[in-house]
């Protein structure tokens, strides 16, 4: 959504469930997060808010809307990463390319295996998992709720020479699964991402790499599949503080 002005920036991050909040057990319906000006914060909560009422995963009875001026000043403005779209036969021809990808950004096999069984045995991740890119093993202890990141957004400028760059990918979808997945790609200790969305209807997934840049491919599941999410496959010498508070507070705009 790019609105940002530099002076005056807020964070607002959106959380849904169905069945009541997710701490309480709730069923993750949808959750949003970006960065926006002063004058857009009401517009841009407002469109979260749509976002959460007319979902395919359910009906949400429990939304969270947090919105919170941030310092301006300490930003880290990054270019989005690079995009390619792979196109496969089916859900298997896909994870294979999307395996081939995943190795040649130096993930093991063993990992690549963990992963995707991860993703494929979650319907309910709301947030990312973190694993060891050599052993494949998790090492966040958040569970279901995964590491969340926030406080990424787009300069106005950049949004628009991008959307007018890629006339046919330029979908709010994929605004923001890129603005993430360049966020994720600069953060320390991070080797690639894979991610497929938990919404039943949205079978292209993704492998991205701070070298290689965001790789989509269609599909990685199959239509009516919950299943989804995010992985960050992160080096040996992981600092994983370091890492979290990264992905979860720095402020990164996109220029
Ligand atoms: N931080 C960490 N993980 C997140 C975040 C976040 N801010 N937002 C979503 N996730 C995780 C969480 O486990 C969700 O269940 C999962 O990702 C999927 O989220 O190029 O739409 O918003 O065509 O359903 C990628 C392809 C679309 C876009 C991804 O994900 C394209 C998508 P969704
Ligand atoms: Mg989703």
Redesign the pocket.
Known sequence: MGDIVSEELYSIRMRAAEGGPHEQGGF?I????TLTSKQKVAETARTLVQKALKHSRGDADFIQVVIEKVSADNHMPITPLPVLSVAAKNREEGRLRAAEYLRSFGVSEQAIISGMQLLQDHTN????AILSASTGKRLDDRGER?????RMGWSQEAYNSWCAAHPH?SSS??T???V?ATKVAHAPFVQAEL?????PE?V???VACREMG?V?INPLKERGDFS???IFFVQDDVNLDQCISFLEQRIVMLV
């Open positions: 993750h949808s959750g949003g997060e991740l709301r947030g990312a995964g590491v969340r990141v926030t990918v979808r994929i923001e699964a890129l993430l991610c497929w969305s938990d919404d949205y292209t997934g993704y965001y989509r989804g999410g995010r």
